[in-house]
């Protein structure tokens, strides 16, 4: 397959679930949490190929605020990837252009986890590169009552749709405009709800160790050759936008 960079139906911002780790590392008879080690190594592969086709937010659930109910050795687990993906990787990324960033509430996080946190987006937050943004202890729901919470705290006792945006995770970056959840499950789990209002779903049953380059550009053809009327009807759309 070949590939051209800065594509313009590439989408600018790929929002991804990345699930069926667990059962990645089950079908080949090792613990769970080799899945989720896989599964990093691929989050990593993945911003070199978005980076690649001209993608500028790639935004990635890492762990939702129902996550803290699985075992405690995985949660355990999940967190000194995490604080390894903080030391170890982030350094790489910065390295090669990347912007990190990390939305969700962080007050649950060991003070290591927080401080990686901190530092990795103020060692990265001028670069050019693709917006790695990874979703921790974020849900949802969460994102738009702390938006909420945000304005009454500035007196606000009437709101618009655009007072709320400004105050959800990721204001900065456009909406996304492709949500990718792999692993075989078709829903969106309390994900970025608000910001997803008229993205792409993109479902598949590969599991997230094993989805790849070409996988990634299955998704991205799906997304092509979808017709996105923002509720218009396609002859109020663009000449190049309607279907022929
Ligand atoms: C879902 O698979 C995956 C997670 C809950 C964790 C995702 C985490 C990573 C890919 C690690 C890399 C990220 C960082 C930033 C450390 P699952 O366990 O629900 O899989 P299953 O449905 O097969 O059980």
Known sequence: MSHS??????????????????????????PRVMGHKRGLDTLEE???????????????????TENWRRPEDEVSFLMGLFLTALEKKVA????????VKVIGDRSHFSPAIQKGIVAAEELTKNNPGLTLTVAADYGGKWDIIQAA??????????????????????????????????????RIS??????????????TDVL????????????????????????????????????P
């Not at 800065?6 to 080949?28: F, L, S, T």
């Not at 790489?92 to 912007?99: I, Q, S, V, Y």
């Not at 998704?219 to 190049?240: D, K, M, N, V, Y």
């Open 190 to 203: 309390n994900f970025m709800l608000w910001q997803m209002a008229y993205a792409e779903f993109y479902f």
């Open 92 to 99: 790489k990324m910065h390295a090669n252009g990347l912007r």
């Open 149 to 186: 919470n945000a304005l009454i705290a500035e007196g606000k006792t009437q709101i618009t749709e655009s007072d709320l945006s400004t105050k959800l995770m990721l204001a900065e970056a456009p909406e996304p405009d492709l949500f990718i959840r792999t692993g075989g499950e078709t």
């Open 208 to 243: 997230w160790p094993d989805f790849n380059e070409t996988e990634i550009y299955r998704a991205f053809e799906s997304f092509t050759q979808r017709e996105r009327r923002f509720g218009r009807t396609s002859e109020q759309l663009p000449i190049e936008q309607q279907r």
């Open 46 to 64: 993945m911003c070199r190929i978005c980076s690649n086709a001209g993608v500028e937010y790639l935004t990635v659930f890492a762990f939702s």
């Open 5 to 30: 960079a800065n594509n313009q139906n590439i989408p600018r911002h790929v929002a991804v679930i990345m699930d069926g780790n667990g059962r990645w590392a089950k079908k080949r008879l090792m």
